[in-house]
């Protein structure tokens, strides 16, 4: 496709669950990011992974999170033991390693942690 | 979906109008910003960006504007017309990361 796409689109869990999130980044890019929107909130980093290099784990809330990016494609995120808390929008964005600085999104993964 | 924002500030302009949207940013070392549009149950979208060493950039219809000595960032948005209404973001960019503000709800009323 020409986008990010993210699956699920959503996610209805129990707490205690563990789930797993997926994002297709554009064909190409290197970069690529995990952000997380809270309802009426603004987008808070998670993790970045770039090329080959160590991933920037620096945004992860707890070591519940965890993420990895395989072939230097696709990523998961995931989230172990979910807390209620843990319920929002799950956004992936990608870069090119032309142009580091503009991000395009996915549509979104909205976690629901009953 | 469920719109994103629900508690967000809002700006409600009449088609045809003006909009500015208004952003402060927290770091004198942001090199580079950017605005990205929010639909409802959609991810963000690139608007425009703006480096540092520059002042303004215009765009169709959009135009930024980056005030550094106060730390202010505005968009500038032409003719309003319904399908600009969405959620607009700020973002600046720290060591790779892009900070994001809280953003601003744009109702566009006919």
């Known amino acids: 496709g020409a986008g990010v796409s993210q699956s699920p689109s959503n996610k209805v869990t129990e707490k205690g669950k563990d789930v797993e999130l997926r994002c297709d980044p554009i064909s190409g890019h290197t970069a690529l990011y995990w952000y997380r929107q809270s309802l009426g909130q603004g987008l808070e980093f998670l993790i970045y992974f770039q090329g080959n290099s160590a991933p920037d784990k620096s945004g992860l809330p707890s070591d519940r999170f965890s993420a990895e990016r395989t072939g230097g494609s696709v990523s998961t995120l995931t989230i172990q033991r979910t807390q209620q808390e843990d319920s929002a929008v799950y956004l992936c964005?990608?870069?090119?390693?032309?142009?580091?600085?503009?991000?395009?999104f996915g549509p979104g993964t909205r976690l629901t942690v009953l | 979906g469920e719109s994103v924002g629900l508690h967000l500030p809002t700006l409600s302009v009449q088609e045809g109008d003006n909009s500015i949207i208004n952003c402060a940013y927290s770091n004198s070392a942001s090199d580079y910003f950017i605005w990205y549009k929010q639909e409802s149950g959609k991810g963000p979208q690139f608007i425009i960006d703006?480096?540092?060493?520059?002042d303004k950039r215009q765009g169709q219809r959009v135009t930024v504007l980056l005030n550094k000595t106060v730390k202010h960032l505005s968009l500038q948005i032409a003719a309003t017309q319904p399908g600009d209404s969405a959620v607009y973001f700020c973002?600046?960019?720290?060591?790779?990361?892009?900070?994001f503000g809280a953003g601003t709800r744009l109702a566009v009323h006919p």
């Open positions: 973002a600046e960019r720290r060591y790779n990361k892009l900070i």
């Open positions: 703006i480096r540092s060493n520059m």
């Open positions: 964005a990608s870069s090119s390693l032309t142009s580091t600085d503009t991000q395009y």
